[in-house]
């Protein structure tokens, strides 16, 4: 299939640029039966007794650092992932430039962290100085916002969900960011189950489709776990609602593998056997992106016409926009 079916007109204007000053005040498009136009906060209006909603619950790390070679040229680094007892893999700008040992250094001459071999993906392998990369963040760092968002002033805190936990994300699982404790209280209320699961979103999120088929692309991996007793759960489920792509890849890996824990390729694209999601809460993605693919794998081609009407209604787009929820096409 060719990636030209996965791509639409996305104007500026209508990638979401700041967050609403309440969580629960985006707009959601709702693609069951017939087609509504409502809010985010009456997500819960939408369950039933039985279901289980499921959040990822990975926190994203301040892993962008703004380093100095010695010589005084601005090096930026984002850390990626732990790959080894304290070495991690990063992207480094510009890489080029920085030879494999160089160290980097603060505005104030101290040495940060020393800058390794590339990889094969075109990142570098970095290690930290004198500190844990935990603490190098703690000191330096800043939360990565996506490159779309052109304001960097904006409060980082509205980048996390409300029940992020671990902090090993360079992305946020952005559809949990419509989430508040409110509507978790009224998911419970309607008797439905809220319950957890982590995958540490990677850099590939944001990364589209650049092969002219889907299927030479090469999806990017990711960690992922989920606990036996919410594995028990969601298999007791009458319906399971995923909040986000994040948790449909998670769940579906776990299906299709059997393993609770452990790293994920999983490309869930146009003729994937879903096992366990039914519904779907998400935002409006990329044009030519994976997600994008896996929107048209659980829904079908009708997703086409939504993006359209969310368009002309004026919808907002991407990580700070607005939502839909869709069911599972059968």
């Known amino acids: 299939m060719d990636i030209s079916n996965f791509d639409y007109d996305l104007p500026k204007n209508s990638i979401a640029q700041f967050p609403l000053s309440q969580r629960d005040e985006s707009k959601l498009l709702i693609a069951t039966q017939v087609v509504e136009h409502k809010h985010t906060k009456d997500f819960p209006n939408l369950l039933r007794t039985g279901d289980v909603v499921v959040l990822n619950e990975t926190r994203v790390m301040s892993a962008r650092l703004s380093l100095q070679r010695v010589t005084g040229g601005a090096v930026e680094v984002l850390a990626l992932e732990e790959v080894d007892h304290g070495k991690w893999e990063a992207l480094v700008r510009p890489s080029r430039k920085i ?15 020393r800058v390794e071999e590339a990889t094969d993906k075109g990142t570098r392998y970095i290690s930290p100085i004198q500190a844990e990369m935990r603490e190098i963040f703690n000191l330096y760092g800043e939360i990565p916002l996506p490159p779309y968002i052109e304001n960097k002033e904006i409060d980082h805190n509205r980048y996390q969900t409300i029940y992020a936990e671990n902090e090993d994300s360079v992305a946020a699982p952005t559809a949990g960011l419509h989430i508040t404790e409110e509507i978790i209280d009224r998911c419970l209320t309607a008797g439905a189950s809220v319950v957890t699961i982590n995958l540490s979103v990677g850099i590939g999120t944001f ?19 989920v606990d036996a007793d919410v594995w028990e759960t969601i298999q007791k489920a009458k319906r399971v609602i995923a909040v986000g792509t994040t948790v449909v890849r ?16 999983l490309y869930i694209k146009p003729g994937f056997q879903f096992r366990v999601v039914d519904s779907l809460l998400t935002n409006f993605h990329l044009p ?43």
């Open 207 to 225: 990364q589209p489709i650049a092969t002219d088929s889907i299927d030479e692309h090469i999806m990017h991996s990711e960690r992922y776990s």
């Open 288 to 330: 030519k992106s994976s997600l994008l693919v896996m929107i048209e794998a659980f829904m079908g081609k009708s997703w086409r016409n939504l993006y359209h009407l969310a368009l002309k209604e004026g919808y907002r787009f991407l990580s700070f926009g607005d939502a839909m929820f869709i069911e599972r096409d059968e």
């Open 250 to 265: 998670t769940l579906e890996s776990v299906a299709s593998t059997g393993h609770l824990q452990g790293r994920t390729e």
């Open 99 to 113: 030879k494999v040992g160089e160290e980097l250094i603060d505005q104030s001459g101290k040495k940060v962290i």
